[in-house]
């Protein structure tokens, strides 16, 4: 084995695995504050590798609407889901294409130039074979040239002597690679079963067959929708009841887009969603015989036939590069690493995560497995950084402590910020007061400000108004469009606590806990300006919170 370290012998501050649109993202910013003890690499020859595989038929369901009406960039990016953060105008999505769903690669040109463009240090073909940590709590990165192998690059796992290899060193290592690993659930036979990463993505390969296709995901249904057309029948089965995310708000869950299957369901039209679990897969003649258990029939056990199986049962965090020094814990079915509120592994200190890997923060409720989620976690993540390992204060601004000034920034922020719309519940504006000071902080992650706080050197908080955007408890059980359900009256504050729509929270925080609440009323338009319905409620609330203070 060769070892060549040449290319970076110092000890780097911040090491990224992975140049996809969470990775760009963090060097962006990194290279913003000036900051150069940081690198990239990327085992792809490009950045954003990923999506010039996925997904599978091409058309991404992230939004892209440049025609809003607004000519303010931050308002704007609550109908952009595509773009990164930067002060670029040139690298904005939505002046790549007009198309409602792009094409997925566009997306691939559009990271290539953000790349390019805000010139981050990102080496490209070099694969990751192993991460380690020393007693130091240093990290070593050990590489190996993608044009040689895909495999681990040393001997021990069976990489042949003489491939070149790199290994680098950090202080900390960000994760950003996604899920980059296929999720198989434990089906026997499920060997036989065509993954979605491989399978055929053009319909005319699927003439006359009987498809069965297991997943509930977008991944499944964009399937199907593909082959209506050319099948025979097509069987889309998996455990769990179909979440729709027009009513869940959950943008992972099933969208309009990939639904146009359950009308050939609903009507008749041969196809059928199977309630249930696939148990058995085996091979009878030149097709399948499949065993599966009807949730909805006592789990009565049918066997059907099909001459194709495919597995759209989603991704998986691949965890095989990390040794047992640096291998983090892993939740929800080992499907993603387990993290802190910091997005930090709750095992492996220094080892951080950024993109789709932080969803297991908000799993199926908010929105850190999509770029226009993750796009402000890692700004947060950025922040984080910086205050625990470099001593800098959460960007801030001061304000006089009263209830006409914190009233006025807070509805200035909450009409206007994208961060706190996109990731609703999830990142939290922050108010702290100390006497007769305030200081405004803007997109931190709850869960972050209620186990860190913003205890300062010099800024010790008397208290904190934490603001969110929010849902109703209960929402994901509204159906939106049942004109008999009531709903809570648009700009009425003494209904507010009731609303089932996307509506502004304010909490008052002492000594670690909720003292008091004041949910701001539901508005059609988004806009919680109105000043007897919106304004005066608010600066009420705030002063009460404030005169115990003033006493």
């Known amino acids: ?33 000036g900051t150069d003890d940081y690198l990239v690499l990327e085992a792809a020859d490009r950045p954003g590798a990923f999506f010039a595989r996925y997904p599978r038929h091409r058309q991404l369901i992230s939004i892209n ?32 294409t007009d198309r409602y769903f792009p094409e997925a690669d566009v997306m691939v040109d ?41 495999g681990p690059g040393d001997e021990a796992a069976g990489m042949p002597a003489g491939v070149p290899t790199t290994t680098y060193r ?43 296709i297991i997943g509930k995901g977008n991944s499944a249904f964009e399937t199907a929708d593909s082959l209506i057309e050319t099948t025979t029948l097509i069987h889309v089965a998996g455990p769990r009841s ?6 869940s708000h959950f943008v992972g869950h099933l969208r309009a887009v990939n639904n146009n299957f359950l009308d050939t369901y609903q009507l008749k039209s041969a196809n059928a969603v199977l309630d249930g679990t696939v ?68 095992d492996v200190p220094g080892l951080y995560f950024a993109g789709t890997l932080t969803q297991q923060r908000d799993y199926k409720v908010s929105t850190n497995g999509f770029i226009h989620g993750f796009r402000y976690a890692v700004r947060a993540l950025h922040h984080i950084m910086r205050r625990r390992h470099h001593g ?34 999830v990142l939290a504006d922050v108010v702290t007061i100390h006497g007769s000071e305030a200081r405004y902080h803007e997109e931190l992650p709850v869960g972050y400000f209620a186990e860190e706080g913003l205890d300062e050197p010099g800024h010790h908080p008397d208290g904190a108004f934490v603001v969110t955007l929010e849902y109703g408890p209960d929402h994901d059980k509204v159906d939106p469009f049942d004109i008999s359900i009531g709903r809570s009256a648009q700009d009425d504050a003494t209904q507010a606590y009731d609303a089932a729509y996307l509506h502004p929270v304010v909490r008052l925080h002492r000594d670690g806990e909720v003292v008091a609440t004041h949910h701001m009323a539901e508005n059609l338009e988004n806009q919680w300006d109105r000043p007897e319905g919106h304004i005066a409620p608010l600066a009420a609330f705030v002063g009460s919170c404030l005169a115990p203070a003033e006493v």
């Open 279 to 346: 148990t058995k897969i085996e091979r009878d003649g030149d097709g399948y015989r499949v065993s599966f258990s009807f949730s909805r029939a006592d789990e009565v056990v049918k066997e059907l036939q099909y001459d194709r199986v495919l597995a759209c049962t989603g991704f998986r965090f691949d965890v095989g590069i990390f040794d047992e020094s640096a291998r983090p814990a892993l939740a929800i079915n080992d499907r993603f690493p387990a993290q802190t509120s910091a997005f930090e592994s709750v």
């Open 170 to 212: 950090a202080r900390r290592v960000v994760v950003a690679t996604g899920v980059s690993r296929p999720y198989l659930p434990d089906i026997d036979g499920l060997e036989l079963a065509e993954p979605y990463t491989t399978m055929s993505a053009d319909p005319a390969d699927y003439l006359d067959q009987r498809v069965l």
């Open 1 to 33: 084995m060769t070892a060549d370290l040449s290319h970076d012998a110092r000890l780097l501050d911040c090491l990224v695995i992975g140049a996809g649109p969470a990775g760009l993202q963090l060097a962006a910013l990194l290279d913003a504050d």
């Open 65 to 96: 609407k440049p025609r809003t009406g607004s000519d303010d960039p931050e308002l704007n990016l609550r109908l952009d889901w595509n773009s990164l953060l930067s002060d670029d105008p040139a690298l904005r999505f939505t002046d790549y």
């Open 242 to 247: 179909i979440r729709l995310a027009w009513q």
């Open 392 to 425: 800098c204060p959460w960007p801030s601004r001061t304000l006089d402590a009263t209830p006409e000034a914190i009233t006025d920034a807070v509805v200035a922020r909450i009409n206007r910020t994208s961060a706190l719309w996109q990731q609703f519940g």
């Open 110 to 150: 559009y990271l290539g130039d953000f790349a390019d463009r805000t010139g981050v240090k990102v080496r490209y073909g070099e694969r990751v074979t192993r991460v380690s940590r020393d007693t130091d709590g240093v990290f070593e990165v050990r590489t190996v040239d993608s044009g040689h192998s895909d």
